[in-house]
């Protein structure tokens, strides 16, 4: 059967390009782009016709609202601001505790410390996302919110997740970067939460090259959003939004320019074609390579949901992980051992402790550092998984028969690997 399956060298595919909405990028980014060039207005609060606001972001935040069912939305720089802001506008400071997930991307931690809370470290489970029954272990009096990370196109159980941290009285923030277009039991991401928010950074998949945005239904944390990221300004068209009742306070500049929220625009009205070309390919890939001896696939609480951009192969043995990856990686398929998160306790922040000046950090009366919480050994379970998986990504340029030649090369390799 191996002679049958195996890849051979002389019959290597070139790799198929990786990407998701950049790789969309055309004609409709362009159009929306010159209308903004033309108009000689890239800044979204006001241009050449002071009756008239440029309308590009609005625009944006508009239709972001309708695709994913929610009342307000904000248009920022990044989806790392997005996350700040949504922490200032929930009134996380100093004292504060919010659990998130020890597995993460670097602002899903700096975030929380850039207003003054502390991070409290969770274990993911076999989804690679939040473990629902980690609030109840860690919750303390000073607790006062949960940040869920939708990993790589696979919604966290916002529903067990939704109920535990509600009936403690807990805040919901539900971290959408990497998942914009994903759904949970039918309905979108970033509707399950107090406060949500997305990101179109370079490799998302909707992208403006760097912007972000928040989401929620509730009025004053889309007016205390709107404070944070405008230097404290509530200026007239979010007036005319929701009419100002929070005190003015100092904030920073997190704005989105109009030509960012014309190429974000675009990217947003393309999600869906994007996520049904990934899940085509990637039902595809999964058709070559069901019932494989020992190779297992990431948990997907709701498969219907999954956006279908990344595969992940789970191994009951450590020992096959790196030969198959490095086999697969060698008949050009796209692969890795990682992504581009890592725990946050390996990462030299987290080591240190400190903050750009030690007074502002919120470790800074830990008598050694780093405690308990932060440290490796105190995650098993998340080294564990992490240690376990072949990640193979799914872009928009991929062809059915890349999928077919990825699927019968994890069948070749895992004959040798696996055997």
Not at 39 to 47: L, N, Q, T, V
Not at 71 to 88: F, N, P, W
Not at 261 to 280: E, G, N, P, W
Not at 348 to 365: I, N, Q
Request: proline residues 6%.
């Amino acid at each position: 059967m191996l002679s049958q399956c195996r890849v051979m060298p002389d019959t290597l595919r070139p790799r198929p390009v990786p990407g998701l909405g950049c790789n969309a990028i055309g004609q409709e980014e362009e159009e929306l782009v010159l209308d903004v060039l033309r108009r000689k207005e890239p800044f979204r609060y006001y241009g050449l016709n002071p009756d008239s606001p440029p309308p590009m972001a609005a625009i944006l935040e508009k239709e972001m609202c309708a695709y994913i069912g929610t009342d307000y939305a904000l248009a920022v720089s990044s989806g790392t601001a997005a996350l700040e802001i949504a922490y200032a506008a929930i009134g996380l400071g100093p004292g504060d505790e919010v659990i998130v997930p020890a597995w993460s991307w670097v602002s899903c931690f700096t975030a929380i410390v850039r207003v003054g809370a502390r991070p409290v470290l969770c274990e993911i489970d076999d989804t690679l996302n939040f473990d629902p029954a980690e609030i109840a272990r860690l919750v303390t009096p000073r607790t006062k919110a949960v940040s869920v990370i939708h990993y790589q196109g696979v919604a966290a159980e916002m529903d067990l997740i939704q109920k535990e941290a509600h009936r403690r009285g807990l805040f919901v923030v539900e971290d959408c970067a990497q998942s914009i277009g994903t759904t949970y039991r039918g309905r979108q991401i970033g509707t399950w939460s107090d406060v949500a928010i997305y990101s179109f950074q370079y490799n998302k998949v909707a992208t403006c090259g760097e912007g972000g945005m928040v989401v929620t239904r509730d009025q004053r944390i889309y007016e205390r959003a709107v404070r944070y990221h405008d230097l404290g300004n509530y200026r007239p068209f979010h007036e005319a939004v929701v009419p100002s009742r929070e005190k003015p306070f100092a904030g920073g500049q997190f704005r989105l320019s109009e030509i960012s929220s014309a190429v974000a625009l675009a990217q947003v009205r393309k999600v869906d074609a994007i996520k049904a070309h990934c899940r085509s390919v990637q039902a595809r890939v999964l058709a070559k390579i069901e019932g494989l001896a020992g190779l297992n696939l990431r948990r997907i609480p709701d498969s219907d949901g999954d956006f279908g951009f990344e595969i992940y192969l789970m191994f009951g043995n450590l020992d096959h992980v790196a030969p198959f990856h490095a086999k697969l990686d060698a008949l050009n398929v796209n692969c890795g051992a990682r992504t581009g998160t890592y725990p946050q306790y390996n990462r030299d922040y987290v080591k240190t402790g400190l903050l750009h000046h030690p007074a502002v950090s919120p470790f800074k009366d830990f008598k050694e550092w780093p405690d308990e919480g932060y440290r490796a050994e105190d995650f098993p379970r998340t080294e564990d998984l992490t240690k376990r998986y072949v990640a193979l990504p799914i872009g928009w340029l991929y062809t059915a028969e890349d999928a077919d030649y990825i699927g019968d090369s994890i069948v070749a390799v895992h004959a040798e690997v696996c055997r």
